[in-house]
């Protein structure tokens, strides 16, 4: 119980098992099967679990059906059936998300969205391409190679890139190339009666516009409470002619954060700032087999023209030493920095290697840049004061950090310490000006601070719209709000 307490899913999970309230319609499994198929349709114990959960450390809440549409229509028919009936409704993408956002809790049917798989339309005159909601971020730029594009937004996970949009997801190319939201420039949605809905128009792509209410903006971090994301166009990037990394090493905390501040204000193109504390560095290192010394670190990324480069990295290089860093050495190849970035992406699985056969959970609170350094340490500092495990990293470049907190589950009292501290520093977040979710969404386990966040106001106003779109709740029930 006590773990059911820090996920805050004591009441809906006191309310059902592993079928919702209210079990399904006579005959309605057989209804959804004449939409998509026998075959896609399942109402397996082993399937439903496998949907019933994310990455999270959120106990998993299984669905009562999986259905697997494989075109727009058959999404528009599922969900005014599902409508009709009153039946709850969940999106699933690939499940690498971190809040609970794909637990049904109160049932219903899963819409698993990875069999519609089509890149639909790419323009390279245009710098966009329109993706279904199965194409991943890797399957995306491995289509794009060779046309000297790419897509950047990169959360570390091979994250489908609709469900990345419907959590506002972001990563290590953030602070270059922003996040998932400036990225979409239109959102084909199934709304939850089954109307189609295109949020910049039909077919349109503007790289700029101000025509009306910004519907984009809306769905892009709705987290599937509002509709079904069954198209994105998004906008690419040049690749870069040159890009080189390095990793520095500080004797403090604030010391390297500090450098990311002044990194920033020095107006260094950097496109990816990373920042590991001297136990994340430490169990990176050991994990990835890479020579990491065990103190506060920063990684960090140049992209620009070969001749750019050079003062680029000169630059950095002073700003690192004025803040005590060390050991500066440039990787400018490929293979180089891809072994790099993997040692960062891999830094969940180091996190969780330091107690092997316990669980983790991943803050996500993000501070205006100013309050950084101060906030970091803060940070640190109730880390140790409290006695847990829980190493540092982050997208400093944007104000954006996670603690790794990795507990025994089936300790009580950890289990509290663990709530007790992520509200803390939620709060801590709050009243530095910051938000208490960077990237990861507020799914199931962040609705509180999202009030303190938001204020009543804010979040009378968000009930409203969710209201006009979804008036029975039916689109993924008990997140956000």
Known sequence: MALRRVLGLGAALGRRSCCSQRPLPPDFVEALRAVVGGANVSTAPAVREQHGHDESM?????????????????????????????????????????????????????????????????????????????????????????????????????????????????????????????????????????????????????????????????????????????????????????????????????????????????????????????????????????????????????????????????QTEEIVRLNGGSGLAWAEGPEERGQLWAMRHNAWYAALALRPGCQGYSTDVCVPISRLPDVVVDTKQDLQDSGLTGPMVGHVGDGNFHCLLIFNSQDPAEAESVHAFTQRLGRRALAAGGTCTGEHGVGLGKRALLREELGQEGLDTLRRIKAALDPHNLMNPGKVL
């Open 58 to 314: 959120h106990a998993c809440v299984p669905p009562d059906a999986v259905v697997w549409p494989q075109a727009v229509g058959q999404v528009q028919e599922l969900a005014e059936l599902c409508h009709r009936c009153h039946v709850p409704m969940v999106p699933f993408g690939t499940g690498t998300g971190l809040e609970g956002g794909v637990n049904a809790v109160q049932g219903g049917v899963c819409f698993d969205l990875s069999r519609m798989d089509a890149i639909t339309e790419l323009s390279l005159e245009d710098f966009s391409v329109t993706v279904e909601p199965g194409v991943t971020r890797k399957a995306l730029n491995s289509h794009l190679r060779g046309t000297g594009l790419w897509f950047p937004v990169d959360p570390g996970a091979d994250a489908s890139l609709c469900g990345m949009a419907a959590t506002g997801a972001s990563g290590t190319n953030a602070v270059r190339y922003g996040t998932m939201r400036p990225n979409v420039l239109n959102l084909r949605v199934v709304l939850p009666d089954g109307r189609l809905l295109h949020t910049a128009g039909p077919g349109r792509q503007p790289r700029k516009r101000a025509a009306g209410y910004d519907l984009t903006s809306l769905f892009v971090g709705s987290e599937g409470t509002l509709g079904f994301l069954t198209q994105a166009t998004l906008r690419l990037h040049p690749l870069p002619e040159a890009a080189a990394s390095t990793i520095a090493a500080f004797p403090s905390v604030r010391a390297a954060v500090a450098c990311t501040v002044q990194v920033l204000q020095a107006a260094v193109p950097v496109a990816r700032i990373e920042f590991l504390d001297e136990v994340m560095a430490s169990a990176c290192g050991r994990f990835s087999n890479v020579e990491m010394p065990a103190a506060p670190t920063l990684l960090l990324e140049l992209h620009g023209s070969r001749h750019g480069l050079a003062e680029q990295q000169q």
